[in-house]
């Protein structure tokens, strides 16, 4: 077999409901020089031996077990374990559209200054119903083109950090240039991905296209406490550009410190308390004013106000008992 011009790396664990899928959407990329690269971390749904028998039948399929420590040391062995001169990566819950990977290949591979690049991506729920686009959510600065060729970013690392709209199941990245990053940094609790895109982008060109090349399961089991852990290390992540005297990036962490804010009133609203998702949401519209806060800063006030109002109905109803 000739020399693989990607490595894909697949990390999964206990997803055998979702695995087959992702390895279908690699499959039907039609580049025939590729390398797959699945990193069972620790699996106990019958993924390992599902594998075993697959790889009898796709030679380009390479699995290795990382022993259930997480997805950022699994990706860091598959990115050890990779033999071409680009890294794609593509969680096991999601699934790449045909053409996605043979263009990006591509696009590289014609720019040898380019150190990564990432796609758009549309998000689905477990019912199969198509929400919104990452860049028709988050509105990026480069995100209101119509879809066209790959466009190398002005400011990568400000950009990235003001919005991070590069989903990992979207990078394709150059292995050397992963190699000598050290990878995901495991000492993070979440956000890692993140991490990894702002050291990248700060050392080497990035470009990006609006096309959609990947589909993104939103799975209805992401509780609040791994919420709470990806914002606090997206917290210790944006502290780090706490005075930069570089406008870019003053702007970059005011808009950075909004999303937080905005996340945090969401999950409040999650949690029946409107009043605490109103003052978050004022937050992030006094650091970065926006359309979607104002709509969410209105709609949290209104069930706000409602649940007050029953509120005192209840105790005039519980007053009237008490008095008959």
């Not at 025939?32 to 030679?59: Q, R």
């Not at 796609?119 to 119509?146: M, N, V």
């Not at 029946?272 to 937050?283: I, P």
């Not at 509120?311 to 519980?318: A, G, I, L, N, P």
């Amino acid at each position: 077999m000739s020399k693989s011009r990607v490595s894909v790396v697949v990390p999964t664990r206990d997803n055998l409901d979702t695995l087959p899928k992702a390895l279908d959407s690699i499959r039907a990329q039609n580049i025939s020089e590729i390398e797959i690269i699945v990193a069972d971390d620790g699996s106990v749904d019958g993924t390992e031996e599902w594998l075993a028998g697959l790889m009898k039948i796709e030679p380009r399929l390479k699995v290795i077990q990382t022993g259930g420590k997480g997805p950022a040391h699994a990706r860091n062995k598959a990115i050890a374990a990779a033999t071409s001169p680009f890294i794609a990566f593509l969680d096991s819950d999601d699934w790449w559209h045909t053409g996605k990977l043979k263009w990006q290949v591509a696009y590289l591979e014609q720019n040898s200054k380019i150190g990564f690049s990432f796609t758009d991506y549309i998000h689905i729920d477990p019912q199969g119903k198509i929400l919104q686009t990452c860049f028709e959510y988050w509105k990026p600065s480069y995100g209101g083109r119509p879809p066209q060729g790959y466009e190398e970013l002005l400011h990568p690392e400000a950009e990235l950090l003001a919005c991070n709209t590069a989903g990992t199941s979207t990078i394709v990245a150059r292995t050397d240039l992963l190699q000598n990053a050290n990878g995901f940094a495991t000492d993070l609790q979440s956000a890692e991905d993140w991490d990894l895109w702002l050291r990248l982008a700060r050392v080497a060109p990035v470009a990006c296209t609006s096309i959609i090349g990947t589909s993104y399961l939103m799975r209805t089991n992401s509780e609040s406490a791994r919420r709470e852990d990806r914002l606090n290390a997206m917290a210790s992540i944006i502290d780090r550009y706490r005075g930069h005297t570089d406008p870019l990036f003053c702007t970059a962490v005011r808009r950075a410190d909004a999303r937080i804010h905005a996340a945090r009133a969401d999950i409040a609203r999650m949690n029946g308390d409107y009043w605490k998702a109103v003052r978050g949401e004022l937050h992030a519209l006094m650091l970065a004013p926006n359309m979607r806060d104002a709509r969410a800063f209105a709609s949290h006030a209104v069930h706000g106000v409602r649940r007050l109002v029953d509120f005192v109905k209840d105790r005039q109803v519980s007053d009237k008992n008490r008095a008959a």
